[in-house]
């Protein structure tokens, strides 16, 4: 199966194309080839995303009629920069009748990490507050899966209390110090990417953690200017 994954979460993004070994059955499930990942620049995602994707394909003698399968990021992040990249999904998606993954960054935060058991993951939020997930970490048969227990949008205050007794996993070196001054234990991996995602995102096609076009939404976690302002006004 070749998978288009996308990440337009943050301030710079990238996309990814991968081959996945759909051959393998009651076997240790096999990760996906990534055949290229290509950056994005911050802020130029409506103009950028659409013709890079088709480069890209174009690049390795495939046309959007040979990809099997999607994978995106659903957030949290930029308001603007996620609804282009899930734009751009479901169009394609619904085209080519073809199944979406959709993951958090925090959940893929989660599982990069190696560690199981409880774990806290977190990112920078902005105006003084991190974005917080809490999983339950497992592995079976090679793979790992977080279990979902809840995401948040924290304080610095209230996101130290609570990754206190956990494992706490960044790839933010904000929240990386945040942790650090309350002398709490963090372990900082590499900035998420596109390939990274793709690779993910095949174990949840694998597993038939799927959505629709009709069903694919952005996390925010965050709410809106525009819902802030309304629940504000008398």
Wanted: net charge negative; no cysteine.
């Amino acid at each position: 199966m070749l998978l288009l994954a996308v990440d337009t979460s943050g301030r710079h993004g990238s996309i990814a194309l991968a081959r996945a070994d759909e051959s393998l059955t009651g076997a240790e499930p096999k990760p996906a080839d990534i055949v290229e990942i290509v950056p994005l620049s911050g802020g130029t995602f409506s103009a950028e995303l659409v013709p890079q994707i088709a480069a890209l394909l174009s690049r390795h003698g495939f046309s959007k009629h040979d990809l099997g399968g999607f994978v995106a990021v659903s957030g949290p992040g930029s308001f603007t920069g996620l609804r282009i990249g899930l734009a751009a999904i479901k169009a394609l998606a619904e085209t080519l009748e073809k199944p979406i993954a959709a993951i958090s960054l925090l959940e893929i935060l989660a599982l990069r990490a190696g560690l199981s058991g409880r774990v806290v993951s977190a990112l920078d939020a902005g105006r003084g507050e991190v974005y917080v997930g809490e999983y339950e970490v497992a592995e079976a048969l090679g793979e790992k899966s977080a279990r979902p227990i809840q995401q948040r949008l924290l304080t610095p205050d209230e996101f130290l209390v609570l990754a206190r007794s956990a494992n706490l996993i960044t790839s933010d070196e904000t929240v990386a110090a945040i942790a650090r001054s309350a002398s709490l234990a963090v372990t900082v991996i590499e900035p998420i990417n596109a390939g990274i995602v793709a690779q993910i995102g095949w174990t949840k096609i694998q597993a038939g953690e799927t959505v629709t076009p009709e069903q694919l939404d952005a996390n925010y976690i965050r709410r809106t200017d525009a819902e802030i302002l309304a629940k504000s006004r008398p």
